[in-house]
C-alpha cells in the first residue's frame, strides 16, 4: 500500500476540511476566477470572505480548528497591493506569533497556512488550494476538535 493511500484512508475516504479566509479584494476575486474559468481543485475548503487578511483575528483561526477543522488557510493580497495599505503586513506578523503559539499548545503549525493570491491569479488559486489540501492530507485528520471537546465532558 502506497503512503498516499494510507493517508487517504486516515480521513476515511472524505476530503480533508480546510477554512479559506480570503480577503474580499485579491484572493476571493482569484477564487471567483478560477471557478469562472473552470480550473479544478479539491473540493476541500470551504471560502469565508472578509475585507482584508488584516481583519483576520488569530482567535477565528484557533475556533476553526477547535469546531472540526482539518486546516485554516489565510490569503491575502500581495505585499505592496493591499487596498488598506498594510493590513497584509499586520496579517503576516500576526500569523508569525500564531504559529509559535499553536506549537506551544502542541498543534501543528502546518495545519494553519498563509498565502498570497490576486485576483488575476486564478490559476495560482488552484495551485495554492491543491498544495494546501495536500500538506493537511500529510498531517491527517485533526484531533484538536475531539481533544478540545473531552476536556469540556471532563469538567462537567
Ligand atoms: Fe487584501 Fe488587505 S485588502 S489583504
Not at 503512503?3 to 480570503?22: Q, Y
Not at 483576520?56 to 484557533?62: L, T
Not at 495545519?111 to 488559486?125: I, L
Request: aromatic share 8%.
Amino acid at each position: 500500500m502506497e503512503n498516499s493511500e494510507i493517508r487517504e484512508d486516515a480521513f476515511g475516504g472524505r476530503e480533508p476540511r480546510i477554512i479559506a479566509f480570503l480577503c474580499n479584494w485579491c484572493s476571493y476575486a482569484g477564487a471567483d476566477l478560477a471557478g469562472t474559468s473552470r480550473l479544478q481543485y479539491p473540493a476541500s475548503i470551504r471560502i469565508i470572505r472578509v475585507p482584508c487578511s488584516g481583519r483576520i483575528n488569530p482567535i477565528y483561526i484557533i475556533k476553526a480548528l477547535m469546531e472540526g477543522a482539518d486546516g485554516v488557510m489565510v490569503s491575502g493580497c500581495h505585499p505592496g497591493d493591499c487596498h488598506y495599505l498594510s493590513g497584509n503586513l499586520f496579517a503576516r506578523r500576526r500569523f508569525v506569533v500564531l504559529k509559535k503559539l499553536l506549537s506551544t499548545c502542541g498543534i501543528d503549525p502546518d495545519r494553519v497556512q498563509f498565502t498570497w493570491v490576486s485576483a488575476s491569479e486564478g490559476g495560482r488559486f488552484a495551485e495554492v488550494i491543491t498544495q494546501v489540501t495536500e500538506n493537511v492530507r500529510r498531517l491527517g485528520p485533526s484531533n484538536i476538535s475531539k481533544n478540545s471537546k473531552g476536556k469540556e465532558a471532563g469538567a462537567e
